[in-house]
């Protein structure tokens, strides 16, 4: 099946500092890609829709300029979390949609931030 | 706006015991809908999709179902293993977008 890899698994920081997550489909392409969040024994709460080659389209409530969302090709979209605070603390989540004719979402392995 | 409840929101069974997870959403206007597993800190891992236009889809021990006319899917897990001990997530698409449900914790107890 198709692989989404995310990386890292897990990344702990300092308060202010910036974070990348990284989001690859490995062995296929995808067009759309999206990036949820998860609280603790909470469902995941999308934060943000990541076209190629376009803006990203935000949820509600969730700051742009707070989390940005780069999809330069077509197998890798990128997550910073800019001067990260305890809050942001979480659990993140990628997937991306195989188009075709199930289309399917395939979800990264997450990544855990703690930021301290 | 699209809202999925999961329940029961957590499950303990003794192994081999067969199982009934559910899954009820409020717009019947979806897509497709989509269980998946999630272990503890980990992302998640597609069990079954099913099209809108489909009743239910089988794979193994699992069979989901959906009656997209009253809102409502199962997943059926038969013989239950210890090894199915993890959070089930059901996500419907009315679009692009995704929603997913509360999750259901389960746990089988060898």
């Known amino acids: 099946g198709a692989v989404v890899s995310q990386h890292p698994s897990r990344v702990i920081c300092k308060s202010g500092t910036s974070v990348k997550i990284e989001c690859r489909s490995l062995?296929?392409?995808?067009?759309?890609m999206f990036w949820y969040r998860q609280f603790p024994k909470k469902s995941l709460m999308l934060m943000a829709t990541s076209n190629e080659g376009s803006k990203a389209t935000y949820e509600q409530g969730v700051e742009k300029d707070k989390f940005l969302i780069n999809h330069a090709s077509l197998t890798l979209s990128t997550l910073t979390v800019t001067s990260a605070h305890p809050e942001d603390s979480s659990f993140y989540i990628c997937?991306?949609?195989?188009?075709?004719?199930?289309?399917?979402?395939?979800f990264g392995s997450g990544t855990q931030l703690s930021v301290l | 706006k699209q809202e999925v409840t999961q329940i029961p929101a957590a499950l303990s069974v003794p192994e081999g015991e067969n199982l009934v997870l559910n899954c009820s959403f409020t717009d019947s206007a979806i897509y497709n809908l989509q269980w998946f597993r999630q272990d503890p800190g980990k992302g998640l891992t597609s069990l079954l999709l099913i099209q809108s236009s489909q009743r239910e889809q089988t794979s193994g021990r699992l069979n989901a179902s959906l009656d997209k006319s009253s809102g409502r899917s199962t997943l059926y897990i038969a013989a239950s293993q210890p090894g199915d001990s993890a959070t089930y997530l059901c996500a419907v698409r009315p679009d692009q977008k995704v929603t997913f449900g509360t999750g259901t914790k389960l746990q089988v107890i060898p």
């Open positions: 997937s991306a949609r195989l188009a075709g004719s199930n289309e399917k979402l395939f």
């Open positions: 062995d296929f392409q995808a067009t759309t």
